[in-house]
């Protein structure tokens, strides 16, 4: 099987880097591929470093599509909570992912649907997401699965963050899941996303996300490792 591994940032890919054996890299549209496997599975394994955002993210996981025909997407990195019972250090897994910042009301749409689309909110596969909560709990790891909203902005703003929750109800908020599930989605590739929590996007994420965001990178990359290697 091939997976194609995403992470938007070096640390979040680094982590991942060093557990593998390298056999060749490619820069391709300024983003760094690193083809292997892992020791013990017999699995290949196309780890990427998209960028942030959801058009890097997007581009990504398409040219791990196209390019290195990958069978599955697995997402790694981490989110700010939006909720009070999920804490810095916990896991949240992807049921599903959509855009909190897709916004053509003003043509009367409802927040954050994609016009004329069949769907906003794109699925996360249902096997990658048994696989990755039974990896967390052999790890210890308090782990959350349902909605994970995505968007080009930092939250890191009580106001900001309260209306994200008031309208979508998400777990946790980052900037790459739902580019990644759009995209898997429309080639019809399953996906997963595994989102360690780095801050809670309200005001003090400015110094909690520079403060834990290499350890909770270590956190995801760990599970998504575990997880590259349990799937056949
Ligand atoms: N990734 C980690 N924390 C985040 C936040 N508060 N907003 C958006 N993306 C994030």
Known sequence: MNIGIIGAMEEEVTCIKEKMNVISSRKICNIDFYIGTFSGSPNSVFLARSGMGKVNAAICTQI?????????????????????????????????????????????DEPGIISRMDTSIFEGDPTL???A????????????????????????????????????APLCC????????????????????????????????????????????????????KISCSIA
Not at 136 to 162: C, M, P, R, W, Y
Not at 179 to 188: F, M, P, Q, S
Request: aromatic content about 8%; proline content about 1%.
């Open 64 to 108: 791990l599509i196209d390019m290195m025909a990958v069978d599955a997407v697995i997402n790694t990195g981490v989110a700010g909570s939006m909720r009070n019972d999920i804490h810095i250090g916990d896991i949240v897994i992807s049921k599903n992912t959509r855009y909190h910042d897709f916004d053509t009301t003003e043509i009367g």
């Open 129 to 131: 997401i048994a696989t």
């Open 133 to 168: 909560q039974k990896v967390a709990a052999e790890l210890g790891v308090q782990n959350f699965t349902g909605l994970i909203v995505s968007g080009d902005q930092f939250v890191a703003n009580g106001e900001h963050k309260k209306a994200i929750c008031d309208f979508y």
């Open 174 to 225: 980052d900037m790459e899941s739902a580019a990644i599930g759009h995209t898997c989605y429309l080639n019809n590739v399953p996906f997963v996303n595994i989102r360690a929590i780095s801050d809670n996007a309200e005001d003090n994420a400015v110094v909690d996300y520079p403060t834990f965001f290499a350890s909770m990178a270590e956190i995801a990359g760990n599970i998504v490792e």
